[in-house]
């Protein structure tokens, strides 16, 4: 309890609350032995939640979908993609493939700071990356990898191994074939339950899905006893929906509200908002720059997220080194906990930036900056997969996928991403038919 009323603390500061009063009483709860009780604990909460939002916090930070419409600037709400079936399903299974590679990637080193994996690769002469990474024996002390590693060491890879990143996006297409495009946020937390196990979903998602065992509706499932509210979860859910809206952003990101409605509020659920009308725009363009510009046009243009995006944009016109934007990164937004949103989302852009189209370059990129790093390699790689098409993909990165991607999920225990692509377009086809009307 102690550990979630300091969460709670560190998440009502981000929010733009006063909370010096209650720190001060919580610290002196919990001093000396021995520790408090939860009843002590309790009102604490409660008056964390009740605080106000500081008049003078500069951000405007709305959760519900219409005051995010409101809050956005304007922008290209749909394109004119023109894909052939055969292109589309082309763009789709790109998408999927490199989402798997980037996951894959960055799935050793998940949790490591930029200085961890930079040492670790240089003992493997794997520095800067270029291919999956190598396993250096014996392993050396202070570099412990990821339980998980040895399924996704160079050499050793065969088939996607299971990842709550790509659990996510399989339920996703699964939500939309039992409920249609038109499901909504209560339709995913049955979904949740019919299909994941609860051991296997972590910080916001758990707490959400601890909130819909007792009772609780979306969108309080989000927000009660919640302080991983803004944490990634969500963000890394969003790509379903974008691989189903092939050029219309908007649809994307409403899909993805729905879906983040389920666990996160305001920069938690812009967050999967961003990054699904992101993909939906890389169906139509592979101009970088508007793929992340018709991304922001779909969340909030004063808050934080955006904000974030707005810095690194500009410091990847002033520096020619994705190293020299990282440290301004996280000058800037260091301070936030290693799996929350915004920082992350951080370095999902200098790895689509620095990466200038280039698959193998944006996942690495994305992975070696560290932090959440099997999630912000998978959100690189859907980008540039949808952007390229599996066909355009190269070989050395896709073919140890072989095709397979192992999940948890109820009834999903392995899959074609083939198969999984098909879906994914039967789904969108529809969608795209009902824009079209």
Known sequence: ME????????????????????EEHFMKLVEGEPPSKTWQLMPLWDELVSLPVDPGFPYEEPSDLKSIRKARPKGPRAFHVGLSDEAYFDKVHGAWLGRCVGCLLGKPVEGWPRDRIEGYLKLGDAYPLDDYIPEVTPHPEGYRLHPTYR???????????RDDDIDYTILGLHVMEEHGTG?????????WLTHLPYSLVYTAERVAYRNLVN???PPETASHRNPYREY?????????????????????????????????????????????AMISAAFSTDDILEVIKVGLSEI?????????????LQWSEEYSDWRQAWERVMDSYGGYHWVHTINNAAFVLLGLLYGRGDLGKSVSI???????????????????????????LPEAWVAPLGDRVRSILAGFSESSITDLA????AIGERLRSDHAQ
């Open 3 to 22: 550990n979630l009323i300091r969460s709670e603390i560190t998440q009502r500061k981000e929010e733009g609350c006063d909370v010096r009063v209650v």
């Open 151 to 161: 399924e996704a060491m160079r050499g050793a890879i065969d088939g996607m191994p």
């Open 183 to 191: 499901f909504n946020t209560a339709d995913v937390g049955t979904e």
């Open 215 to 217: 009772g609780l509706t």
């Open 232 to 276: 990634i979860g969500a963000q890394i859910r969003a790509d379903i929906w974008g691989y189903v809206a092939p050029g219309l952003p908007e649809a994307a990101a409403e899909l993805a509200h729905r879906d983040a409605s389920l666990s996160h509020v305001k920069n938690g659920i812009y967050g999967e908002m961003f990054v699904a």
């Open 300 to 312: 909030p243009s004063r808050s934080r997220l955006t904000e974030a995006m707005r810095d690194v």
């Open 366 to 392: 994305s992975v070696m900056a560290g932090f959440d790093t099997d999630c912000n390699g998978a959100t690189a790689g859907s980008i540039i997969g949808a952007m390229l098409g599996a066909k355009a």
């Open 422 to 425: 098909r879906r994914t377009c």
